[in-house]
């Protein structure tokens, strides 16, 4: 793991699916659109599907400053984010036990909330948006793990004859043209 952060720290019970290359981790942790935050809200975690960037150790996330994910935060800053891509479906050939092929990045992260205008920032075409108040979030690693079972990369060390059953290529960033990123003047 030489050039990796000190925060990446993988520490898998099943050490065959720990995924060690930071590089790649990193690469996949920067093309996926969406992720999953998990908040501390009482007796029960909350968890939502939020668009993010990674950026310098942090997931940069935004959203509304009224809402319950932004409660939540202010009384907790601790938060998980979650990352993952299910490749396929993996099955023996004689038996009815099925699994996935599969990559998952858990973030255990520190928030740090900050107001902003959307008018004065590029994140919403939207006019009625671009009048409000919101988020932007600041979620620090403290501690990063990752995972894949991919059978192709050595996600098989039975050696076991699968049968794959490969889902549509997955969303990645990487599959949108430039177009998509260019700032549109207002």
């Known amino acids: 793991m030489t050039g990796a952060p000190a925060y990446f720290q993988n520490d898998c019970r099943r050490?065959?699916?720990a995924w060690d290359d930071w590089?790649?981790?990193a690469a996949f942790v920067a093309d996926q659109p969406v992720c999953r935050i998990a908040v501390n809200d009482g007796v029960w975690p909350y968890v939502v599907a939020q668009t993010y960037r990674f950026v310098d150790g942090a997931f940069r996330l935004h959203f509304s400053r009224r809402g319950r994910?932004?409660?939540a935060l202010e009384r907790d800053p601790n938060c998980t984010i979650?990352?993952?891509q299910i490749v396929s479906l993996i099955k023996e050939p004689r038996a009815t036990h099925a699994s996935a092929e599969y990559r998952s990045v858990v973030a255990r992260c520190t928030a740090t909330l900050e107001n902003v205008r959307l008018e004065n920032d590029v994140l919403s075409?939207?006019?009625i948006a671009a009048t409000r108040t919101i988020y932007a979030v600041r979620a620090s690693v403290v501690a990063l793990s990752a995972k894949k079972r991919i059978l192709d990369e050595g996600g098989n060390p039975a050696g076991i004859d699968y049968q794959r059953h490969a889902f549509p290529a997955p969303?990645?960033?990487s599959q949108?043209?430039?177009?998509?990123?260019?700032v549109r003047p207002r």
């Open 171 to 173: 969303v990645a960033l």
């Open 125 to 127: 075409n939207d006019p």
């Open 176 to 182: 949108l043209s430039p177009e998509a990123f260019a």
């Open 69 to 71: 994910l932004a409660a």
């Open 23 to 25: 590089d790649a981790v």
């Open 15 to 17: 050490t065959a699916y």
């Open 82 to 84: 979650e990352i993952d």
